[in-house]
């Protein structure tokens, strides 16, 4: 490993945590985490990477995709994202932790300084050589009684159940039944969940019939293995401009195929963002409110082509209904130059019923702007709960669960 800046391994990963306490990107605090991330040290389970790679704010690749076009296979999560999902967790000492994804081994040593002598601690990942990774990293830095097995996450570990705490990292579109079955009564699951397009690190408690959300924080993981209800493809003829959506929504990318080419139809709404604030929300509003919730991503030459903007052309929100679709797009307002620029949200629409799925945009914009730090409640049930037992809320099924978004 080389270390170019002459700074200590401590030093560097001190300033870490100060600098992701200092940013607090997700609002949550927990001292015993704090404690945690200062004493083990990242580096040592990244032995190909330098110390400061180690201690930036950054996904580190351990298992790159030979696809160049594709994801990686396997990295080292953000340490800001390891930072929050472990206080989401609340993982106490001597409780008996599951987690999927085992990556370097770095979390479940979190894990285990957590938990400490008395807890548990078993990681898993479908890859051989990543479980093997693990395992000599693990037990190089003094985590041998870290267990570390190769099988497929959804299917839990029920040999070692039942468990107090779960964490997942690796991003999930269902919670499977195998999860269910080895979560206590009274137990926590942190799980980055993904529908309409959209990922966030969801903290639910877990009581007799059903797990209830009490966190949702905005979050990107590689996809788990083995689960394919989500769909994408391109909806213009030169591939410019993509579409990401769930198997159970009514979206046909053919419908859509010449939605693009008609005039555009853009609505505004006077809420205004500055230049690094988030309009995560209005995502979250949408997708408890309209079935039709997608994720739109657009390369630049579509823009250089005539595309309107979308607010964020990598990942934005997006509206879809038969053969015409809307999203999120902003603007700069009008201000003298040496004020901090403002921008204003609004909807830009295409085909038959663009217009009216802009405005449909705008409403959940107006509903976020007054209450913009106000998560949505997400309520998972087992996939035969009847309609009678659910809460109230947008449904979203899946085949080992149900859930309810509710505001």
């Known amino acids: 490993m080389n270390n170019t800046?002459?700074?200590?391994?401590e030093d560097l990963r001190n300033r870490l945590v100060d600098a992701i306490l200092k940013q607090d990107v997700s609002g949550l605090r927990d001292a015993r985490v704090e404690t945690a991330m200062r004493a083990v040290p990242r580096h040592?389970?990244?032995?190909?990477?330098?110390?400061?790679?180690?201690?930036?704010?950054?996904?580190?690749?351990?298992?790159?995709?030979?696809?160049?076009?594709?994801?990686p296979l396997s990295c080292a999560?953000?340490?800001?994202?390891?930072?929050?999902?472990?206080?989401?967790?609340?993982?106490?000492?001597?409780d008996n932790v599951f987690e999927i994804g085992a990556g370097t081994g770095y979390n479940a040593a979190l894990l285990k300084y957590l938990t400490g002598t008395s807890g548990e601690v078993t990681t898993c990942d479908i890859a051989p050589d990543v479980t093997a990774y693990a395992r000599?990293?693990?037990?190089?830095?003094?985590?041998?009684d870290v267990r570390v097995v190769t099988r497929d996450g959804a299917l839990g570990a029920p040999e070692f159940a039942p468990y107090d705490r779960m964490i997942a990292a690796v991003g999930m579109w269902d919670l499977p039944g195998a999860w269910w079955d080895q979560l206590a009564v009274g137990g926590r699951l942190v799980?980055?969940?993904?529908?309409?397009?959209?990922?966030r690190s969801v903290a639910f408690r877990r009581e007799k019939d059903l797990m209830q959300s009490d966190s949702v924080k905005m979050c990107g993981f590689l996809p788990v293995i083995g689960q394919d209800g989500e769909r994408n493809d391109y909806i213009d003829d030169n591939r410019l401009v993509r579409l990401y959506w769930d198997e159970d929504q009514p979206i046909a990318p053919d419908l859509l195929r010449d939605a693009l080419t008609r005039p555009k139809s853009v609505v505004w709404t006077d809420a205004t963002v500055g230049p690094v604030e988030s309009f995560d929300g209005v995502w979250l509003r949408l997708s408890a409110a309209?079935?039709?919730?997608?994720?739109?991503?657009?390369?630049?030459?579509?823009?250089?082509?005539g595309l309107h903007r979308p607010a964020a052309p990598a990942l934005s929100p997006a509206l879809v209904e038969?053969?015409?679709?809307?999203?999120?797009?902003?603007?700069?307002?009008?201000?003298?130059?040496?004020?901090?620029?403002?921008?204003?949200?609004?909807?830009?629409?295409?085909?038959?019923?663009?217009?009216?799925?802009?405005?449909?945009?705008?409403a959940q914009i107006r509903a976020w702007s007054p209450a913009r730090t106000v998560e949505p409640v997400i309520t998972a049930y087992p996939a035969d709960t009847p309609d009678s037992d659910l809460v109230d809320g947008a449904v979203i099924d899946r085949p080992s669960a149900r859930l309810v978004i509710t505001y």
Not at 290 to 305: F, H, Q, S, Y
Not at 324 to 344: C, H, K, N, V, W
């Open 77 to 94: 999560s953000q340490p800001d994202v390891v930072h929050f999902m472990l206080v989401q967790l609340a993982a106490r000492e001597g």
């Open 44 to 71: 040592a389970f990244l032995p190909d990477a330098t110390v400061e790679e180690a201690y930036a704010n950054k996904s580190v690749t351990i298992k790159k995709n030979p696809d160049e076009d594709a994801l």
């Open 5 to 9: 800046t002459g700074a200590s391994p």
């Open 136 to 144: 000599r990293m693990l037990d190089a830095n003094g985590y041998s």
């Open 322 to 362: 038969g053969d015409s679709i809307a999203y999120l797009t902003l603007e700069r307002t009008a201000e003298d130059q040496g004020i901090e620029p403002r921008f204003r949200l609004g909807a830009v629409g295409y085909g038959t019923a663009g217009a009216e799925l802009a405005e449909r945009i705008c």
């Open 290 to 305: 309209e079935r039709g919730t997608c994720r739109i991503t657009a390369k630049a030459a579509a823009m250089e082509a």
């Open 191 to 199: 799980v980055p969940l993904r529908w309409r397009g959209l990922s």
